[in-house]
């Protein structure tokens, strides 16, 4: 009785469907938002309901077709020179809009810079709960349709499952490069709603003067090649190699922890449960044992190819081709071969 109420589930059937927000920057799209689809649309099979996607900006009519590529049954688009760049203000008052209108029951946003900001802007307006930084996403089926939203706490060391029981929608983030987007497919249809632009220039409060890149920026989620180093590379001077190999593929260098803690190369290379989950076309991992805490952040990658002097090394289960030898001699041969194309 009095247990029972405690535990009855607010009705919440007004709130139907998955919305997940494309970002998008000078009209492309960041891949976590094709990979949010993705998770998305597992996620509404499993509850039988829509995938819904939002693209916000100015001439991004192509990226609302692409979201129906990549899994949405219906995109809200709403264009304007006025939402050509990203500001809080203006992204946020649309969105909780159309929260207002369409009522999703869940909404998704990549973990980057935007998708933290707008976020969090919007949960606490609605008002309701965020989960930030999941790594893993589920639903429990009707009655309850509860997201169960993962995230590493307490310094990476358990798997947190974060329930909002008492508001809806409910609201996370997600990591780029943990979820698989779906295969591409342009024979797909959905609906496309233009969503009026409210915004005028005067009612944005902040103006974007000018975009500058940060410096060595390490971008791993969006690499499609990756050349990773371990403790084998012996000292920071092994990282020199990769880099030469990375500069051929138009890759990026990445790291594991140990080359990090010892001050090697900068958190930033890091791949792992401590470190960044990348799905690159390509991944070596050279002079890596491979970890369990490694190999999570990098499993997925299409080709992996790992080269290590000891034959029994761990990293050749998930290889799909495996070098077994010296590092010092086998990168530079490949390096060379590859420069030779
Ligand atoms: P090692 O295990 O020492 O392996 C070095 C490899 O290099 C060996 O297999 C060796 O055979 C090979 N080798 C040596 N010399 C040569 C040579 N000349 N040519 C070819 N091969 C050579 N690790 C991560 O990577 N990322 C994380 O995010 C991460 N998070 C963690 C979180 C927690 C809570 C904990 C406890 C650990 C975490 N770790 C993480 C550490 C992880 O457990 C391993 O210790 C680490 O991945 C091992 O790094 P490694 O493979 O570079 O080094």
Redesign the pocket.
């Known amino acids: 009785s009095s247990q029972q109420k405690k535990d009855q589930m607010p009705d919440w059937s007004d709130y139907r469907g998955i919305l997940v927000f494309v970002e998008q920057r000078d009209g492309v799209a960041k891949n976590v938002s094709w990979q949010l689809l993705g998770i998305g649309k597992k996620l509404a099979d499993k509850l039988d309901t829509a995938l819904m996607a939002l693209v916000i900006g100015d001439n991004v009519e192509h990226l609302a077709n692409e979201a129906i590529y990549h899994g949405a049954d219906k995109v809200y688009l709403c264009e304007g020179p006025e939402l050509k760049d990203y500001r809080t203000q203006p992204y946020s008052r649309i969105t909780l809009k159309l929260i207002e209108d369409a009522k999703p029951e869940i909404c998704l946003f990549g973990a980057t810079g935007t998708g933290r900001d707008l976020a969090g802007a919007i949960a606490t307006h609605v008002p309701t709960g965020l989960t930030a930084d999941t790594t893993q996403l589920d639903v429990e089926p009707s009655p309850s349709r509860l997201l169960m939203a993962s995230r590493p706490a307490f310094g990476?060391?358990l798997m947190a499952t974060i329930l909002c029981k008492n508001h809806r929608p409910q609201m996370a983030t997600a990591r780029a490069g943990v979820f698989e987007a779906l295969p591409r497919d342009p024979e797909r249809k959905g609906e496309i709603i233009r969503i009026e632009n409210p915004i005028k220039n005067e009612d944005i409060a902040t103006k974007v003067l000018d975009f500058i890149e940060k410096k060595n920026e390490v971008n791993l989620e969006e690499a499609e090649v990756i050349v990773a180093g371990?403790?084998?590379l012996?000292a920071p001077e092994g990282f020199k190699l990769l880099k030469e190999l990375a500069d051929e593929l138009g890759g990026e260098v990445g790291a594991?922890?140990?080359?990090v803690d010892a001050g090697w190369i900068t958190h930033e290379h890091?791949?792992?449960?401590?470190?960044h989950t990348v799905r690159p076309k390509l991944y070596f991992a050279i002079?890596?044992?491979?970890?369990v805490?490694?190999t999570v952040?990098m499993a997925d990658s299409d080709v992996i190819v790992a080269?290590?002097?000891?034959p029994d090394?761990p990293?050749f289960q998930f290889a799909h081709y495996g070098i077994v030898?010296?590092?010092?001699k086998i990168v530079p041969n490949i390096t060379a071969q590859v420069k030779k194309r």
């Open positions: 990476e060391k371990g403790r084998g012996g594991s922890r140990p080359c890091q791949v792992g449960q401590t470190g002079g890596i044992s491979g970890a805490q490694h952040g080269i290590n002097k000891d090394a990293i030898g010296d590092l010092f």
